[in-house]
Structures are given as C-alpha cells and as structure tokens.
C-alpha cells in the first residue's frame, strides 16, 4: 500500500520518531544509527507546526525516555520470558538488544512505521540473530492481525507498551485490553507498560528542571505530541490523571482493567530503574531529586484474571447437600445440591468466609441447578455473601420451589436473578 496514504490515515507513528532521536541524544546505543539511517533530523522529530522544543523539554524528554527504555527492558529481563512483543515498537533498535541476549523479538506496529523501521534495524544485526527477529504490522485494536503476527510466536510472552496508551480513546484501549487477554489465556506470559502512570512520571521528571516554566512546557509538550499524532492526548480510563484524586483516578484504572479480565501489580520504578546516562545532562540536586521522586511512580505488570481455582468443599457434603466451589476473575462460583437449611447453611457459611479469606472476592456465582429448598438460614447466608460482595450475589438455574421462596421473602428484589 502507498505509504503517502497510510501516513495521512493515521500519523500517530510520527511520535515514535521523537523517541528514536531522543534515545540517540541520551547515547542509547545504535539509536543513533538508525536516525542517520532514517535521515531524521532535530527539527523533524522534537518540534511541531506550532512548537518549538525548549531546552528544559528536550531535557525531560530524554530523561524520561531513556528511564523507560532501560527499565522496560530491566524488568522484561526478570519476568523470564524468551519472547518480547514489542508493541509499538517504534524505530527503538530493541530488537538488537533482545536478539543479543538470545530473546525471540516479535516487533509490532503500524504498517507505516514497520515499512521504515524494519529495513534500518535488520541492517544493524548480525546475521546468525536474524531469525530471532520478526516485524509486523498490525492494528492494536484488532485481534486477528495481533493473532496472525504472533502465529509463530512460543509462550510464554512479554508484551511491552511504551508510548502507545496516552493516544488511544476508552474504546480504543478497551479493545487492546481485550485483545492483550485473549493472546495471554493462549501463550500465558504477562503485559508490561510504561503508560499508566506515564503523566505522573512526566510530571516528576519536568518539575526540578523546569522550575518556575514547568507548566508552561507541560503544556508545550502536549500540544506537540497532538500536532504530530493529530489526536488527543490521555483521554481514555487507562491514564492515570495526576490531577485530581491520583489514588482514585489510579483505583478506576485498576477497575477498568479487571472490567476486561485483566490485573495489574505497580512495579515502583525506583525498584527497577538502572543506571540512567541522561542524569548527568543535569545538576546534582536535579538528578537526585528526579531519583528521589521516581518512588512515587510505578510501571505495571498485568496479567490475566482467568485462571480458575477449584475449591476444596468435601467435607461440607452430606446426604441432603453438596456443593462445589472455585474463583476465577476475583468471582466465587458456587454450585448448590439438595437443601440449605439449618443444618446446612453453617456450612456454606464457614466455605464462603474461609475462601474470602484466601482470595479477594468481588463477587458471587451460584448455580441453583439442583437446589431444591432454601430456608431463612440460607438466605441470611446470600444475604452475608451480598453485604461482602462489590458486584453482588447473582442466582442462575432456580426452579419454581427456589422462586417463590425468593419472591416471599422479597429477596428476588435485592439479588440478582438469572431469567
């Protein structure tokens, strides 16, 4: 396809060019190979239409990309996976880093920036670590051409985000959430990005060099990254806004990310973050106060919320009851036999308040498939396991027995019923 046409439908890849020559400018290695590969220049890639990058800016910026270079790679290192999905890979010479160390590198991102990107890195690797190397292009917002780029790819994966997630709208994000869940119930393996908390860290990093001009050139540097892009910056649920409540804006992540069965570790960057050479672009007092407040940032590991664990409950059954037990997604799946009476509903209260103390529950599955009888003993027990339950108890399979129980007792209003 034209690569004039593929530019205009979506020039968000043009950011990824600032990165590349602000890598180069920190002495990233073979970063600054692939820029004179390129022919990339300082005006093309760090000012805009209607910017001009400040010195300060120029400073922050390579800072904070040269510390989410390093410690993305760092902490990719530590999970042990031997592959890396790279996503966006931009024009980073990472594939050379991870081919180096015997790492399969599956580089994915715009056809555009592929087009350009592949030819200029593959020149700077050795043939012997060539097969080690795959570039695609792929849309993150669709499932399959991510399936078909990584159709050969052995699990499990590490899929890194850098720069990716501040462009994207809510459904955007949604759907590579979506689709990032779908490749890791496949090849396990986990997600690792820089993005989440990438305002906070921004902030933390312009503040000591800045000074006094700090909003200023906050404001400088988004209205670069959207001229470049031509979208908005950070408008979706998956950024977590500094501004406001940073805790509760951090907690409606976290909750937009167990929406599409997904959870997330904050991995402190202070923790990981390795020698950075950009720091001694700047004052003492400036470098420790930029190393001082990386304790307050984190990058995240997410991972699947899916994997089920069964429920060991044989020692609840008798003659008139069993039930069997397991979580998955943060969800206790109960299935009821027989009757919850008196008898019985102490033991389904002891199996419902051990497991909360095991798991982190939000909420109750019960299949009624094969309950024949609740007494108001068990429904104090639904009763306990609601009050306990963010998201609520909900009842599938109930006969008409179980229903009209329900209805009496004015429980069909405050849980909730499968028709």
Known sequence: MDQNLLERVNPVFNTAKMTVFQLAAAGVGDAASVAEKLNLSFEETQNSATTTVAPEQMTANMILV??????????????????????????????????????????????????????????????????????????????ESLK?????????LCITTEGLLMYFT???????????RMILKERGGCWLTADTEAGMQYILTMQPIAGDRFMEIMMQSKTTAEDKSDVNVGGNSLNVSPRGDAAENMKNAMKF????????????????????????????????????????????????????????????SSESFDVQANVAN?????????????????????????????????????????LAYISSAGLRVLLIMKKGSPDGVRLTGINAT?????????????LDIAD
């Open 66 to 143: 040269e510390t989410r270079w390093r410690t993305c790679a760092a902490i990719a290192e530590e999970t042990g996976c031997k592959t890396l999905v790279d996503l966006p890979c931009g024009y980073t010479p990472r594939a050379k880093a991870m081919a180096q160390k015997g790492i399969a590198y599956y580089g994915l991102d715009l056809p555009a920036a592929i087009a350009e990107a592949e030819p200029a890195i593959l020149s700077l690797i050795d043939e012997d670590q060539r097969s080690l190397v795959h570039f695609c292009g792929v849309d993150a917002t669709n499932g």
């Open 148 to 156: 078909a780029a990584l159709k050969d790819a052995e699990g499990p």
């Open 170 to 180: 809510d459904s955007e994000v949604g759907a590579l959430c979506d689709n990032i």
């Open 257 to 316: 990310l167990a929406a599409h069965g997904l959870r997330a570790e904050r991995m402190i960057l202070s923790e990981y973050m390795p020698e950075i050479n950009s720091l001694g672009k700047v004052t003492p007092d400036q470098a420790e106060a930029i190393r001082q407040n990386m304790h307050k940032c984190a990058y995240w590991k997410i991972t699947t919320m899916d994997k089920s664990v069964a429920v060991d409950s044989a020692d609840l």
């Open 330 to 370: 943060e969800t206790l799946n109960l299935s009821l036999k027989g009757r919850v009476d008196t008898l019985t509903a102490p033991n389904l209260l002891a199996l419902y308040e051990r497991i909360k103390v095991e798991h982190t529950l939000r909420a109750v599955a019960i299949d009624c498939g094969e």
């Open 402 to 414: 179980v229903r009209e129980i329900l209805a009496q007792t004015g429980f069909d209003s405050i």
